[in-house]
């Protein structure tokens, strides 16, 4: 086990300190409307970044803690937003618009944003503390008595980055995140009593992994047709990849031997369909010596659904529910998250909440902080009963935490317990469809501008008035990747997927006519702005 030295126990002494003075100020953050608080929003994606960079677009993904701007509506706070590169001025104005109540001047004044102005391949967080003059500044700006910093995820860097700022991290502390590993995920799960599927433990080269496939095969044959292999720190199902064990069924069925089970299993890793474009078991296998990996039983079913819960513990170590979501998924055998409904099905949404309880108490025993997500897959068994399995935990923010907060900061409602549903404050209660993965080839070379021009004359925006309509985000894909999110609410679940279903039709008309446009003026011999389809 390795050893610390005495500057990185000091350190983390440090880390430790500041977070215990979140204790003291969460009742003053909770005060939506009158609390103090100077807020460092560090949206750095410090995961691994060839991992990271199997999701298209992901340079744009710092984008995606934009909701907090809402955070603004409060008037006595103030927001430091720091990117990898610069944001465009007309993305900004659009969350500063969607504040009720509030003059657009007092909020921009509340906000500044900073930028590295390096798209290089590191993680935000590692580029600021590279840059001692914008840290600096950053100290500077903040006022440390009334500071605390979010981030997506916490690694060593935002650790440091504390410590150098002296402002508290609001979230689990870098060496607690182990806990959201796959492996991490499996133990919690053993020890909070949460059913979930046979697999095996963490292992680091791809002879073990073959070995403990085939201790799982060997386990539950001849019922497991398939095996599911991750990587240990994979990330929206990009870092699976699904075994199909019907291939060689008869090795199993056969008096073979263990050791002959274990080379069937190994010859087959290279047949293995990888959830992630481009990638194969040459790409696959050079990563798990370095991220580690597991392998699970594929939960198999007719109907199924993948359904989660989301959850926070306060510095105080109280755990909390916050929302359940039915999430989209895609890719070669759908395990690749695309977006999500709000909230849950109601046959089972109650189940969730109380199993995210059992894993949010046991994580509060291991010291986490802040937010945390339990996804799950369910298998319809009829007559109204669900087999629930967990398969991991997230302890960074992830696909359903902007669309619910932003549901949350702009409406000031509450969230019910005893029925799983978000009402309004006037009582309402209020549905969403989201995804981070709106994504067609036309609709690239859309600018912010253009997208916003296209808002405003279809009335696609959220309004305030009625509390329904549409919240966009990721609009710094656009252009370049025809990428976009979006979180449509509504007070019913149809009424949001007919507002979401509006949005996709006027993209996809608009862009239907850009060509047409764009040929006329030429024929003109005139340059209007027109919208380019690539």
Request: contains cysteine; aromatic residues 8%.
């Amino acid at each position: 086990m390795a050893t610390l030295d005495i500057s990185e126990l000091e350190q983390v002494e440090k880390f430790r300190h500041l977070q215990s003075t979140l204790r003291d100020r969460w009742k003053t953050i909770e005060l939506f409307d009158n609390g103090e608080a100077d807020i460092l929003i560090v949206p750095s994606l410090s995961i691994d970044q060839g991992e990271l960079r199997k999701i298209e677009g992901c340079e744009h993904y710092e984008e995606r803690l934009l909701f907090s701007l809402i955070r603004l509506r409060n008037p006595r706070t103030r927001l430091i937003y720091v990117t990898s590169i610069p944001l465009h001025p007309s993305i900004i104005d659009y969350y500063l618009q969607l504040l009720p109540g509030i003059p657009f001047s007092h909020a921009r004044n509340r906000l500044l944003l900073l930028s590295t102005y390096d798209s290089s391949l590191k993680p935000l967080s590692q580029k600021i503390l590279e840059r001692p003059r914008l840290l600096e500044r950053i100290r500077q700006a903040l006022r440390l008595d009334k500071s605390f910093m979010i981030c997506y995820n916490s690694s060593t860097y935002e650790g440091e980055l504390s410590v150098k700022l002296g402002v508290p991290l609001y979230a689990a502390a870098p060496d607690l995140q182990i806990w959201g590993t796959k492996s991490g995920s499996r133990q919690i799960f053993k020890e909070s009593e949460v059913p979930h599927p046979d697999g095996s433990e963490k292992v680091w080269h791809h002879s073990d992994l073959a070995e403990a496939a085939s201790d799982l095969w060997e386990r539950h044959q001849p019922r497991l047709r398939k095996l599911v292999v991750k990587l240990n720190e994979g990330i929206s199902g990009e870092g699976n990849a699904l075994l199909d064990l019907k291939p060689i069924e008869n090795v199993a069925l056969s008096e073979s031997t263990h050791a002959q089970r274990v080379a069937v299993i190994s010859d087959r890793f290279s047949t293995m369909r990888f959830q992630a474009k481009q990638e194969n078991w040459e790409s696959f296998s050079a990563k798990i010596p370095e991220l580690g990996a597991i392998v699970e039983a594929f939960v198999d079913g007719e109907i199924k659904r993948s359904p989660s819960v989301q959850g926070r513990i306060t510095p105080g170590g109280e755990v909390e529910i916050l929302s359940t979501h039915d999430q989209i998924l895609g890719g070669p055998d759908g395990q690749i998250y695309l977006g999500c409904r709000f909230p849950a099905d109601e046959s089972y949404r109650l189940q969730l909440q109380q199993l995210g309880l059992q894993v949010g108490r046991k994580l509060a025993e291991k010291g986490a902080l802040e937010r945390f997500g339990v996804d799950f897959i369910n298998v319809d068994r009829g007559n109204g009963e669900w087999d629930i399995q967990a398969i991991e935990i997230n302890l960074r923010k992830g696909g359903t935490t902007h669309p619910f907060m932003t549901l949350k900061l702009l409406t000031n409602g509450r969230y019910d317990l005893s029925t799983g549903l978000f009402y309004s404050q006037q009582g309402r209660p209020k549905y969403y469809v989201a995804t981070d993965n709106l994504q067609k080839d036309r609709y690239r070379g859309l600018l912010p501008n253009d997208l916003m021009d296209i808002i405003a004359h279809h009335r696609l925006h959220f309004d305030s008035g009625t509390e329904t309509g549409t919240v966009f985000h990721l609009m710094g894909c656009l252009s370049q990747f025809g990428k976009l999110g979006l979180t449509s609410i509504g007070d019913s679940p149809q009424q949001a997927q007919d507002i979401y279903n509006k949005v996709v039709k006027v993209l996809d008309e608009e862009t239907r006519s850009s060509e047409n446009q764009v040929n006329s003026a030429f024929s003109d011999y005139s340059f209007p702005v027109v919208w380019d389809e690539l």
